[in-house]
């Protein structure tokens, strides 16, 4: 027959339970924890798309140096156009030098012909239109409003070279307003 257990030796045997199941649950959990690592995962660092990185930086810089620049007089949009490219320039830079340590590698420079051809699929001519003259200089397309220079968009070629792939893409940013 067995004895009954006394209330001391039941809080033993409680504990001896407990450390038995996690001894047995260690390897468990660290085949968890390992199971979903490896070393060349990158969705960690949050950086997978090089391209859309590309398009979110020249947008936010083609905004910013349009805003500045907008409202010179129509006579001086070489001059206007010369100093919206000043701005956006250190962005230009900043993005070339961004990834080069991990092994991305950016190419930017303005885009001529696209900058004329969205500039004669936009602007439109005749009698009728509500805005004066468009032109495209050196990759940005400017138009007369009142006498006055206003931005409307720049055109880049970029190129991005990682370790596994390369892309090749020309974008047109419009500028808000």
């Not at 090089?50 to 936010?60: F, I, K, M, Q, S």
Request: with cysteine; aromatic share 6%; glycine share 8%.
């Amino acid at each position: 027959m067995s004895r009954p257990v006394a209330p001391g030796e039941r809080a033993q045997l409680v504990l001896v339970s407990a450390a038995v199941v996690a001894v047995a649950l260690a390897p468990v959990v660290m085949a968890y924890v390992q199971l979903g690592y490896h070393a060349d995962v990158t969705a960690s660092e949050g950086y997978d798309a090089p391209a859309e990185n590309a398009d979110r930086l020249l947008t936010r810089a083609v905004h910013d140096a349009a805003a500045g620049t907008t409202g010179a007089a129509w006579d001086e949009r070489d001059d206007a156009v010369a100093t919206m490219r000043s701005s956006v320039a250190p962005r230009l830079d900043a993005l070339r030098s961004s990834r080069v340590e991990s092994g991305t590698v950016y190419q930017v420079a303005y885009n001529e012909s696209a900058a004329d051809a969205w500039r004669r699929a936009n602007c439109p001519g005749g009698p009728d239109r509500q805005f004066g003259d468009c032109e495209a200089i050196d990759g940005v397309v400017v138009q007369e409003r009142a006498g006055e220079t206003h931005v409307l968009a720049a055109a880049f070629d970029v190129r991005i070279t990682t370790d596994g792939a390369e892309w090749s893409l020309t974008t047109v940013v419009q500028s808000v307003g």
